[in-house]
Structure formats: C-alpha cells, structure tokens
C-alpha cells in the first residue's frame, strides 16, 4: 500500500489525498519513514542499473538511436476515454467498470452528430488533398534537375517558389532553387557524375543562377556561409561560384568558400581557380594552399597566398593518429617516438575510412593500443602534464547510455579506475540535451580513482561539425579546454597535483575497455602530448587544421 | 523531531549535535584532499539517491552530485576531522538541491515545503553512513541479479525505469494488461531484492 504511494511521489500529478497521507505516513510512522528512506535508494539504484542493463542490450542488439521494438510509445497513444475499460485506481490496481448501457434515443443522436461531423471530415480532407494536389500539380518540376541533394544532416530546406520544403536524400534541385542549412545543418549535393559540393551549417546556396550575363548548368551562389567545392576536371564551360564579393571560376579543384556580410574568403584544397573581385574587376589566380579574401568594400581583391600553414606542436608529442590508412583495421601511431602504439580497429565493419583521412565510426565499437600505454605512462607520469587533441565530428546520433561516450581514454575499468578520459556528455546522460557536453577526467592526487569530478564544457557545445578539442593540464594544477582554438572552461587545481596513473592500461579511442561506452561519429586526428600545449602551441593547432580538410570545411564523405 | 534525535544518539553514542550538523567527536587526523575527495565518492551513490529522493528527477539529481563534488574540490579544508564526510557532503547535496529546485522551477518540490522537509528528515534520519557506503555495494549485487532475468521482465524494468514509461504504456506496447504489467513489475522487483540481498551476504562472506 505505502509503496505504491510512494511510487507516485515519483510521478508527476500526485494528488491533494494522496499528499496529504504522505505527509501523515511520514510525520507519524516511524516504520514507513524507513521503508520510504529505503525506497528511495533502492529506486534510485534501480535508474542506474537499468540504464546500464538497457545499454548493454543497445550495444548487444547492434543497433543505433531508437529501437523500434523498445521505443518508448508516445503518451498520446494509449487509449483514453470511456471506451476504456480498465480504470485505474490507484497504480498497480485496476478495477474493471461497467459501462451504463447508453439509451437508445441519446444513442441514436449521437449516431447522427457522428455521421455529420464524419461527413465534414471526409468532405474537409477531400477539399484539403483537392488542394495540395492542385499545388504540387502547379509546382510539378518544369525546370530540369540539374543537382540532387546526396546527404542530409540536420534542418536542410529547399525553398521553391517561395515554398519551403525539408530537403531529403535525392532530392532534386532545378535553377533558382535554394538549398538552406539550419545552424546544425549539412547538405551533400551531387552535381552531375563526380562533382560534388558540401554546404555547411548556416549557409544558403542557390542553384543555376545566372552569371555575369551567361545562364549554365554549373553556377551556384553562395549567399552567405561555407561551401567546400569538389569538382572533376571535365565540367565544360566552367563551374561558376558566386558570392556577394566574388565569382570563382573553377576548373577541377577542390576547395572551400566562407562568405561572411563583410568578405568571401577562398582557400585551396588542390588545382586551381580564377577570383575576380566585384569591386575592381580584378582577377587573381589561386593556387593550392593558397587562400584569397575579397572584401565587400576594398577596392582591390586581396591575395593572402602562399603563406605557409601553421605547423603543429611537435614537441613532447607521445602518440599521433591521423586515419589516413584508408583501409584495413590497424591505425598506426605517426608520432615517431619509440615503439609506436598503434591501434587496433575491434569491429572493422563499424567503421569506414574516408578518402583522403579520417575514420568514421557508425556504430559502436572499440579502437584499443595494440599492447599497453606504457611508454605514454611513463613519459606523461615524468613529465607531470598532459594534453589530449582531437580533430573529430561527432555524429548526429548518440548512444543511448548512462554514462559519457569516450573519445579517448585510458582506463582498465570505469567503475574503478580511469587514468584519462575525453568524453561527448557528462554524467547525466539520460536527457539527450545533456549529451551536448564535453566532459574530461583525470586521475590525478585532487580526483578520484576514475577521475572525477570532471572538467564539462557548457551543453550545446558538442556540435556534428568537424571541431578541434583540445584538453590541458599543466603542473601547477590547471586544466583548461579549449574548442576550435577558444578556451570554454578552465579550473585551477592545487599546484602540488600530480598525475596519479595506474600503469599497465591500453589506450582507446570511441569506446572505453568494457565496450559499453561506445562513441559515434568521425576521427580526424587524435594526439597526446605529455606537456601542457601553450595557448599559441593550441591556436598553431587549431589553425594547422587537417590535412585536406583544413581549416574549416571537411570534405563529403 | 526532537524526540527521533534522542533517539539517533542513543543508538550512536560517540555522535553529538554541533550546530546543526552531525559530528563524530573522535581524534581523527585531518584528511588530505585525495583522502577527502576518495571519501566522499565512496557515498556517491547514495548522495544521488538523497538527491533524487528531494528533487524527485534522477538526472538533476546526478547533476546536484556532481556539482556539489566540483564544491568539495575548492572546500576541502573546510573540512574538519571531527566531522562526518558522509553527512558533511550531503550537506553540500542539499544546498545544490535547493539551487537546482529553485532555478528549474520545480513546483511540486518548492511548493510544498513540508513534505519536503519530511523527505528529507526521513532520508537523513534512516540512511546513514553506513547504509550510504554499502550503496556501491548494492549496486554492484543489483546488476549480477539483473543480469540474470529473463528478456521480458527485463524489458519491464528497462521500460519502466529508464525509458519512464508508464503501465499503461508499457502493457500497450507490450499487448498485456496494465495489471500484468504491474504485477510482472512487483514480482521482479522482489526477485530482485531477494537476489540482491543473497549476492551482498556472498560479498560480505568473501571479505
């Protein structure tokens, strides 16, 4: 009986009766104030096994994001009102009901109210779909496609007509059509056999629009936001970007396009384009790692090139993964210090690597060091400090689990013993908006054994675009995390903290030893320094990017 | 009340009342931060239940936890040998309760303040520093016990728990009846509790 009451003190709508027998139960007896004391701990137990128990069995079932089988039905579903003839009384208790037999009269006026308001129904829908057919008649394509939207990810629209339709995977796109992106939004968009443009969050692209008085199947323009372009060398006449400050004529090259209210900003992947500024006419040729910015007011486009990349803090760095073998499970070490620890790929058909670098992990699996850390342990442990690097773009989707889902990590059980960990989410992983963190522990003398508590970012900073983290921890006890260059949080710990690491532990990267905090989405580079990066070593990082998809556009996939 | 805290005291003789928190009066040696820190995560599960039993929302109660342990980090020294980690970093807990109940605007929480407050001297008063240390424990038992069931009640308890379904919406995902569901429920939990309870005697016997 109390039991059940105290059930419902968990649920929402506890009622004015059964507050107030609360209230006495707890006021007065002494014995339900134990078993209440008790309930609660046993509830609140029972969360976090069950939120193991339903990982395992996520990761068991393979599968990813919700479980048609499992998932939870919407509360609108369940069937409500007088036709329902189990009555609940109290939860656990379900008395059946009759139903009054309804008078034949009220029976009969309720048939006709229904056979009206059916009518009007059938009558409203078949003017509705009347309707919508007539506007999909009237806005049936008369222009011919000339691209087709090959990925979406995140709010995609194609605007028409001044109509707005969520974009989907081959959807086609006809001259004058727009392709918008939402501020988490990703389009892939084929254009013709092996030209290919990616439009990043935030950006508008119209399609086909006509150029400098000529009309051709390869112009786009690019209204404000990124574009990485990607075309073969065969497209004739040349494909045509567009943007408030510039035209670039392209032919076979790959690069990427930032347009901003104040400038457009160029930069070379590979080949060449040819820039003219709308403000002069003047014309720039740009070349591969060359990048131009054509400003909105200067009066002479500006040519930024030939300045050589930012290059990588290389000193102290203790392991380097780069994903460019393409194939195979292996990813070696690139650090080029003693004996490398390359890692091993657990479930190869859990990931695909990407042209040119990077490794996708689609579903859950592990990336573990071939045998364990021990030369990171003892150069780390030497030195006192650490920093931990990563180039990545988390998928859309997380894992439904109770705990942080590990990028990186260096532990041997996480119950127990975490040496290092970089993680998407904090502890509370159960509402999704809270997946949107960074999280970081480290063992050291002022944490725990698993390193808590942990350095979070602010929520909403996990985003599914490429993103360049960056976790510092120097001798003097501050810790300090950095996203694309900017540090977001930082602590100070006592200055005589020092690493407290358990030697004899493997390092993994997208999951952690036990295989149940499975992380999804893109490696593009991971490193661990056994120093403390200075904040001009972290924006020499951030600005040296990823080889071929630096520095802010990835290529698609 | 003050009766319950005659009581309190006559079954642990060795604490006073000091101010209003829970002291034990021996000579223990001051704790190092780690040794502080290490301390308090013992009684991490528990604090999230003292939590939760307040807030009556398990993730905020995660949060109030970990919040309050980013507090411990800077308050170590306040610490005094004479004091109990465990009663000392609830009292941490709370404060981050009231925060967080106050900023969510949690109404049925903040509205009724006496029940509130009876939860809380109810939790305070029957789970104490030892009940709180053998949380880990029995949590630990729980998850041997739950690997154990079968996939429905399994399924039940997953749905029930974590997804926060109801009855009504589990037995209509499940095409049963509510009170089968319930029942199923009830049933589970006791095997649970029985299971539980056999699994923590094992572990104590091993020690």
Not at chain 1, 75 to 104: E, F, I, S, T, W
Request: with cysteine; charged share 25%; hydrophobic share 40%.
């Amino acid at each position: 009986m109390s039991e059940e009451l105290f059930e419902k003190y968990f649920e929402p709508g506890l009622s004015a009766e059964e507050t107030a027998e609360l209230k006495r139960l707890l006021r007065q007896d002494a014995d339900a104030q134990a078993v209440f004391a008790r309930f609660v701990q046993e509830r609140s137990l029972l969360i976090r096994a069950t939120g193991q128990l339903a990982a395992a069995r996520q990761l068991a079932s393979g599968a990813i994001g919700e479980d048609p089988a499992s998932a939870p039905a919407p509360r609108a579903a369940v069937p409500r009102g007088p036709q329902r003839r189990a009555v609940r009384v109290r939860r656990g208790q379900h008395r059946r009901v009759r139903v009054p037999a309804v008078q034949p009269a009220r029976a009969r006026a309720w048939g006709w109210r229904l056979t009206g308001i059916a009518a009007a129904v059938v009558v409203g829908f078949g003017l509705l779909l009347a309707g919508r057919l007539e506007r999909v008649r009237l806005a049936a394509p008369v222009r011919p496609a000339l691209a087709q939207v090959a990925e979406v990810r995140g709010q995609v629209f194609v605007l028409r007509d001044g109509r707005r339709t969520a974009a989907r995977t081959g959807h086609a796109l006809a001259a004058g059509d727009t392709v918008r992106t939402g501020p988490a939004g990703h389009a892939g968009i084929e254009w013709g056999i092996g030209h290919r443009l990616a439009l990043r969050a935030g950006s508008e692209l119209r399609v086909g629009t006509a150029a400098a008085g000529r009309t051709g199947p390869g112009h786009v323009r690019l209204a404000g936001g990124r574009l990485h372009v990607d075309i073969e060398p065969s497209l004739k006449p040349p494909f045509l970007v567009q943007t408030p400050h510039a035209r670039i004529a392209v032919v076979g090259t790959r690069f990427s396009v930032h347009v901003t209210d104040a400038h457009t900003r160029t930069e070379m992947d590979s080949g060449t384009v040819r820039i003219t500024a709308k403000a002069t006419g003047q014309d720039v040729e740009l070349r591969q790692g060359h990048y131009a910015i054509t400003g909105k007011d200067t009066a002479v486009a500006a040519l930024a090139g030939a300045g050589p990349r930012p290059v990588r803090a290389v000193r102290d760095l203790a392991v380097l993964y780069r994903f460019e073998a393409g194939a195979g499970a292996r990813v070696p070490d690139r650090a080029g210090v003693g004996t490398p620890i390359d890692l091993r790929i657990l479930d190869p058909n859990a990931v695909s690597w990407l042209p040119g670098g990077g490794l996708r992990v689609a579903r859950p699996t592990t990336l573990i060091s071939e045998q364990t850390a021990e030369r990171l342990f003892a150069a780390c442990m030497r030195r006192g400090e650490i920093t931990v690097e990563a180039w990545l773009r988390p998928a859309g989707d997380v894992i439904p689990q109770s705990h942080p889902a590990r990028i990186v990590g260096i532990a041997s059980d996480p119950l127990s013993n975490i040496n290092l960990m970089l993680a998407q989410g904090s502890v509370s992983e159960r509402e999704r908006a809270r997946s949107t963190r960074y999280s970081v522990r480290l063992r050291t003398s002022a944490t725990s054994d698993i390193g808590e508590p942990s350095l979070v970012t602010r929520t909403g900073a996990v985003q599914p675009r490429l993103t360049h983290l960056i976790f510092t921890h120097d001798r003097m006890g501050r810790e300090q995390f950095f996203i694309d260059g900017a540090r977001v949080s930082q602590r100070e710990q006592p200055a005589d903290t020092r690493l407290r690491w358990e030697p004899g532990r493997h390092l993994t990267l997208a999951n952690e030893m036990t295989h149940d905090r499975g992380w999804l989405g893109t490696l593009y580079t991971v490193a661990i320094y056994c120093r403390a990066l200075t904040d001009e070593e972290v924006a020499a990082n951030f600005q040296a990017g990823v080889p071929g998809v630096q520095p802010v556009a990835a290529r698609l996939p | 009340m003050f009766f319950q805290v005659f009581l309190h005291q006559k079954e642990h003789p060795e604490i006073d009342r000091i101010g209003d928190e829970t002291t034990i009066s021996s000579g223990m040696p001051q704790l190092t931060q780690r040794e502080v820190m290490q301390e308090a995560f013992r009684y991490r599960e528990a604090l999230i239940a003292y939590a939760y039993g307040l807030l009556r929302d398990w993730s905020l109660a995660e949060d109030a936890v970990q919040e309050a342990f980013l507090v411990l980090l800077d308050k170590w020294r306040e610490y005094k040998p004479e004091y109990k980690v465990y009663t000392w970093v609830r009292r941490m807990v709370f404060y981050k309760v009231q925060e967080l109940s106050r900023s969510r605007k949690r109404e049925q929480v903040s509205q009724d303040e006496e029940l509130f407050g009876l939860v809380r001297h109810a939790i305070d008063r029957y789970i104490d520093e030892d009940a709180a240390a053998r949380q880990g424990q029995m949590l630990k038992a729980l998850r041997l016990c739950m690997a154990k069931l079968d996939a429905s009640a399994a399924r039940i308890l997953v749905s029930y728990y974590w997804d926060r379904l109801s009855c009504d919406q589990i037995a209509a995902q499940l095409k049963r009846t509510v009170n089968a569901v319930w029942l199923a429920l009830s049933r589970t939990r006791k095997k649970l509790r029985q299971c539980a309870a056999r699994e923590l005697a094992e572990m104590e016997a091993v020690r």
